[in-house]
Structures are given as structure tokens and as C-alpha cells.
């Protein structure tokens, strides 16, 4: 068994990245790629991790799988891109996505405050103190300050609060800088990464349109797709399948385990709550 996207607390996961690695020897699995948003600041931790790691009957250890999810512009749904099996990042090619990426934290601190700015002045009574607070040592994001409108009865619940105040064109949302995807393609590639887009239902695309962007993305150079997600029905993630392996593409799965935040996605299970085999890491291979 093995997953090939997960998060930690250098995003915005409840698990530390030597943590995750835990569990996921715990629960038996030989390959892990840890998968932050717009950071690898926790590679190292995990790697490290990884390799102290009891070994299994055979003499393996862990595999820790360098990777990193990258937000592209697009709308009207969100676009991730993920980039797997990175190279070393003290590359030329890995120093430019680190620079990327310290732009794109930037951007997101800057983000958090123009929305908590709209929050407070909206007469929630809470501090950017409050919201690192919540975020208890990951990085803060919106589902941080969907737990503070929770926390101060602005809203229900995490779905309320993303429904009613921080989704798109709701009264709280703030756009977020994003790469293009053929920034982000190049980025990916040069770093010695292969990239993957991510869950690609959550574009909000109907399959006439997706099976347009399948062929747009052939043509830039796209290496595969994350079929299997668990947010996708099993009957929706072999139709994604089919429709990549019919353009050559890597085919990718796994759960987007972000710990308590979402606990309904268990790390090393994907949609309708099955094993990521290993037969997966096939995508991997160069």
C-alpha cells in the first residue's frame, strides 16, 4: 500500500512531517509522497524521518517521495498541479521552485490578512494572534479562519463558514496568487519532478470541456493525472483513468490525507475507500 498525496503541518495538515511518516509505516505502507501546498519546508523533517524508520521483513524502509501541490490560475474551479519524485532542490532547477514558492508564501500570508481584515471589520471579535493560535503550529490558511467564525458563532460549522464567507464570491474571499500552469509545469520539471494534475473534477469542468483540457495539457507536456482521489466516486475516477491512458499519461492515486481537518480521508485509501495499491508507483517510473 502506498499514497502518493498527503500534507503535513508545513501546510496546512494536523501532522508534523515526522508524524506522517509514522503513521504511515503504522499502517503498512511502503511509499509516502508528502505533498504541501506551495512549500517543501517539510521534506527534510520527513526524509529524515523515513530513514530511521524500523525496516520491514524484506530490509526496505519507508520511501518518502519529494513532492510539493502548486495552486495554477484557473477558474472557475481550483487547479492543482502536483509535482512528485522531485530532484534535489539545491539545483538550479530546484533553487527556482524554491524562489516560486517563497513568492507564493508571501502572497498567502498577505492573503490571510486582507481576510481576517474583512473578518474583524465585519465584527468578529479575533486577532491574527487568534489565527496562529488556531492553526497550532501549521501554516494558517482559510480553513483556519473557518474555524474562527465556528469558534466565535459566525458560522455553523467549516462548511458553513466556507459556504456563506470564504468560498468564491462570498463576502470574506480574497483571490490568491497563483502560477500559470506552464510556469508551474516548467518549474516542476526542471526541479527533476514529474507533473501531475491533481484531482481534476475539482475544475469544476464538464467531461466534454475536461476531455479538451486532457488534450491541451498532452500538448504542453503534462505527465499524468491523479485519477484516484477520494473526493471523486470509483466510477468517476476509472472514467478519468481511461480517458488518460488513451493520451499516454501517468496515472497517479491517492488520499489527500490532511489528518483532523479532514478526517473522513484516511491516509494510504482513496475513492470508495480503497487501497492504493502499489502498483501506483508505476507512475514513477522514468
Known amino acids: 500500500m502506498i499514497d502518493l498525496h498527503s500534507h503535513s503541518t508545513a501546510s496546512d495538515g494536523s501532522l508534523s512531517p515526522a508524524e506522517l511518516v509514522a503513521m504511515a509505516r503504522q499502517r ?16 527534510p523533517e520527513a526524509e529524515a524521518a523515513a530513514a530511521a524508520t524500523e525496516a520491514l521483513p ?32 539545491d539545483s538550479p532547477g ?12 508571501s502572497a498567502r500570508a498577505a492573503r490571510n490578512r486582507r481576510i481576517m481584515q474583512k473578518v474583524m471589520d465585519a465584527g468578529v471579535p479575533t486577532t491574527m494572534a487568534e489565527l496562529e493560535e488556531v492553526a497550532g503550529g501549521s501554516r494558517p490558511g482559510r480553513p483556519h479562519i473557518a474555524s474562527l467564525l ?13 459556504s456563506r464567507f470564504l468560498a468564491k464570491g462570498r463576502p470574506y474571499y480574497e483571490p490568491k496568487d497563483c502560477l500559470d500552469l506552464e510556469e508551474a509545469l516548467a518549474l516542476v520539471q526542471a526541479a527533476g519532478g514529474l507533473a501531475i494534475v491533481a484531482h481534476p473534477l475539482s475544475l469544476f469542468a464538464s467531461w466534454t470541456r475536461l476531455t479538451g483540457l486532457f488534450d491541451e495539457w498532452k500538448a504542453l507536456g503534462i505527465d499524468g493525472i491523479e485519477a484516484y482521489h477520494p473526493v471523486a466516486k470509483l466510477g468517476q ?41 502499489d502498483s501506483f508507483l508505476e507512475a514513477l517510473v522514468r
Open 150 to 162: 465556528v469558534k466565535h458563532k459566525a458560522a455553523k460549522n467549516r462548511q458553513d463558514a466556507f
Open 58 to 89: 524484506d530490509g526496505s524502509r519507508l520511501r518518502l517521495i519529494r513532492g510539493v501541490e502548486i495552486e495554477i490560475a484557473f477558474e472557475p474551479g481550483e487547479f492543482h498541479l502536483l509535482g512528485l519524485d522531485l530532484g534535489p532542490l
Open 237 to 277: 475516477c476509472r472514467r478519468l483513468e481511461a480517458l488518460g491512458r488513451e493520451r499516454g499519461f501517468r496515472i497517479t492515486a491517492g488520499s489527500d490525507y490532511h489528518g483532523q481537518a479532514r478526517p473522513e480521508r484516511r491516509l494510504g485509501r482513496t475513492a470508495g475507500d480503497l487501497n492504493i495499491e
Open 94 to 105: 530546484g533553487r527556482d521552485l524554491l524562489d516560486a514558492l517563497k513568492r507564493l508564501g
Open 28 to 43: 503498512g505502507l511502503c511509499a509516502l509522497a508528502l505533498t504541501d501546498h506551495d512549500t517543501v519546508a517539510g521534506l
